[in-house]
């Protein structure tokens, strides 16, 4: 059987230049201003909606059976994770220059290693698939107790929220090497594309904690 990852290569640039367009024109309008005062007042609220976006987007890659369908679920993605993006961006852009870029550089870098220690091995890593649901579970729990009891997730959640974003890499580059069939591959990019949203985002608040 083949297996998507040539097909996964081509749409990460197609999934990089999406955001980038969504993210340039909600600022030129000055959506990203508007949306990020609102959501300031409680990040809580868009770290979970990383987590939870990342669970529908591995649901969505396993269940959907058409290409339209993957294609559909891609797009929305593209768009949720540009809006959660954007009041993070605009922060980090004020308050902490050169943040964001090296942000980028560090994720870029953490994601080729992990991607190539995948490709390299070749070791079926799908032991990681509990591991990560687990600890998905905890960190919701963790950020609707900080909603709740109004306590802050600090630098060490980030730490750990990283840890298991790269963990997240392992097994979905696993899972398009050895599981993934070549008719699924929009459905595999997706998956990907979450653990990458989800380790540049916990990566930025590190860098942003740093500079306060």
Known sequence: MQYVQPDVGNLQGVYRKGVEAIEVALFQTGVAAAIAAPLMSNWLIVMGGFVIGGWLASRWAHNASSIGMQYAGLGLYVLMQSILFAPMLYIAQAVAPGAIESAAVVTLLGFGGLTAVAFVSRKDFSFLGGIIKWGGVMALVAIVSGMIFGFQLGTFFSIAMVG???????????????????????????????????????ILRLFMSSRD
């Open 164 to 202: 298991l974003a790269g963990a997240s890499v392992l097994w979905d580059t696993s899972n398009v090497l050895h599981h993934f069939p070549e008719n699924r591959y929009v459905g595999a990019a997706l998956e990907l594309f979450a653990s990458l949203a989800l380790m540049f985002w916990y």
